[in-house]
C-alpha cells in the first residue's frame, strides 16, 4: 500500500528552532537598545510630563533587567558547546551583581580608606593623624560617647522589650493586631520619625508638645528635651527603640513558635513554672536568634544620622559618629577627617560583621 501524505502543521526540527532563535535574539537586542536610547531621552528631558518619566523608569527597571537576562541566557545557548556554556552562565548571572558590590561598596572603601591619610584636601599624606585627631577631639569624643550610649540603649532594650512582647503577645486571642501595632513604627522612615517626635518634644511655646502637655497635668513644668544635656540623648535614643523593637518582636516571635510545642508541655506537667520555662527553654532555644538581632541592631545603631541629622542636627551634645562625618564633609570641607571618621565605624561595624555571618553559617549547618 502506498503511503498516504502527511497533512497538518510539522513540528519545527532542531536546526529550525537553532535559526529562528538565531534571528529573534540579534532581533530582540537590536529593539532593546532603540528602548533604552529612547527611554533614557525621556528620563532626561527636563520638560517630559513627570508622570511619564516615572513610568519609563518602572518599565525600564524592571521589565529592562528581565530582558536583560533573558538575552543573556538566549545567547548563551548559542553556543554549542554544554560545558564551556556552564562555565559561562554563573558569570553572566552573578557577575552583574558583583560588578555592582564591587562599583558601590568595595571601591568607595578603599578610596575612603586612601583619603583618610591624607589632609583637608586630599592633597598631601599626613599618615594617621586624621585618626589621632578624632580621638583626641572634644566634639568627636562626644559623638564616641554617644554612640556608646546609643548601642547599649537601643539594643538592651529594643531585644529585651521584643522578646518579652513575643512571649506575652504568643497565643493570645489578638495577637496578630498587637504584633501589628508594635511593628507599625518600622514603616516609617528615620527623617518621618523624627519630624514626628520633635512634635511630642517640642517645649517651645511651653506646652505645645504632647509629652509636655501631659505632665502639665501634673503640675510639673514644661522639659526641654531637646536641648537639656541630661535628657536630649535619652530622648533621641527612646525614638531608635521605638522603630527597632517591633523589628525585634516579629524575628524573635517567628522563632520562639518554631520551639517544639511538646517540650514545654511536657517541662510544665514534670512542675516548671513559667519562669523556668522561660529561662531554662525559650532563652537557650532562642540564643542564636537573639545574637542575630542584637548584631542587626548593634549595626543600625552605629550607623544612625537621620534621627539626629533631624532632630538637633549634633547640637547640645547630642552628636553621633555619623552625623559629624556629614558635617565635617559637607560643611566643613575636610575630606581628611570626613574619611577617617567613616573608616572608624568601619572598623566597629565589621566585628559585628564577622559575629553575624558565622552565626547564620552555624546556624545553616
Known sequence: MSSQPQTGTQPLSGNNVGIVRMLLVPLALIISILVGRWSLGVMK?????????????????????????????????LIPSETLREKIRP????????????????????????????????EAFVGLDNFVFAFKNRTIQIALRNNLYWIV??????????????????????????????????IISFVGAGVIWRFMYASNPPGVGLLNAFISNFDYKPVAWLINKSVNNISLIVIMIWLQTGFCLVILSAALKAIPADIID????????????????????????????????????????????????GN????????????????????????ALTMILVIAVLPVMIINVRNARRQRG
Open 45 to 77: 528631558d527636563a520638560e517630559a510630563p513627570r508622570l511619564l518619566v516615572v513610568g519609563v523608569a518602572l518599565l525600564v527597571g524592571v521589565f529592562g533587567i528581565w530582558i536583560a537576562y533573558w538575552l543573556c541566557n538566549e545567547l548563551l545557548n
Open 91 to 122: 558569570i553572566i548571572f552573578v557577575g552583574p551583581a558583583l560588578a555592582l558590590l564591587i562599583i558601590y561598596l568595595v571601591y568607595p572603601t578603599v578610596m575612603t580608606a586612601y583619603y583618610s591619610v591624607l589632609d583637608k584636601n586630599s
Open 153 to 186: 540603649g537601643v539594643t538592651t532594650f529594643s531585644v529585651v522589650g521584643g522578646l518579652i512582647m513575643a512571649v506575652l503577645f504568643d497565643k493570645v486571642r489578638y495577637e496578630s493586631v498587637a504584633k501589628s501595632m508594635i511593628f507599625m513604627p518600622m
Open 266 to 313: 511536657a517541662a510544665r506537667v514534670d512542675g516548671a513554672s513559667e519562669l523556668d520555662i522561660f529561662w531554662r527553654i525559650i532563652i537557650p532555644s532562642l540564643k542564636t536568634t537573639i545574637l542575630t538581632v542584637v548584631t542587626t541592631v548593634v549595626i543600625a545603631v552605629l550607623k544612625v544620622f537621620d534621627i539626629v541629622f533631624v532632630m538637633t542636627n
Open 316 to 339: 547640645y551634645e547630642t552628636e553621633v559618629i555619623a552625623n559629624r562625618m556629614f558635617t565635617e564633609f559637607f560643611r566643613n570641607q575636610n575630606y581628611g577627617l570626613s574619611s
